[in-house]
Nanobody, 117 residues
Framework: QVQLVESGGGLVRPGGSLRLSCAAS????????MSWYRQVPGQERELVAD???????KYADSVKGRFTISRDNAENTVYLQMNSLKPEDTAVYYC???????????WGQGTQVTVSS
């Protein structure tokens, strides 16, 4: 059974940090590019960061220099380190496994991040 389980969300003050984790199981994690998305109610889901199977990274302009995506293939986990958090970073954050070459895609259930004083 495929699972993507996010954790690490919560309430943090502006300027603070959080580290999100996404633990994967039930598929060959190392073969999948991984992403973090976020969504605010009433808005479309937004791509935050990508990491390829080889460790190449891309970020949305809104988080460049503040967020860092990483992966540990031995632990089947992808991370999102979020620093200098702003109120506009408040959203539900989702982990996404991008199927390529005909493979299926997978979404996690999401974890809430709230940035507020």
């Amino acid at each position: 059974q495929v699972q993507l389980v996010e954790s690490g969300g919560g309430l943090v003050r502006p300027g603070g940090s959080l580290r999100l984790s996404c633990a994967a199981s039930g598929f060959t994690f190392s073969s999948y590019p991984m992403s973090w998305y976020r969504q605010v109610p009433g808005q479309e889901r937004e791509l935050v960061a990508d990491i390829t199977t080889f460790g190449g990274k891309k970020y949305a302009d809104s988080v460049k220099g503040r967020f860092t995506i990483s992966r540990d293939n031995a632990e089947n986990t992808v991370y999102l380190q979020m620093n200098s958090l702003k109120p506009e970073d408040t959203a539900v954050y989702y982990c996404y496994a991008k199927g390529v070459g005909g493979r299926p895609t997978y979404w996690g259930q999401g974890t809430q991040v709230t940035v507020s004083s």
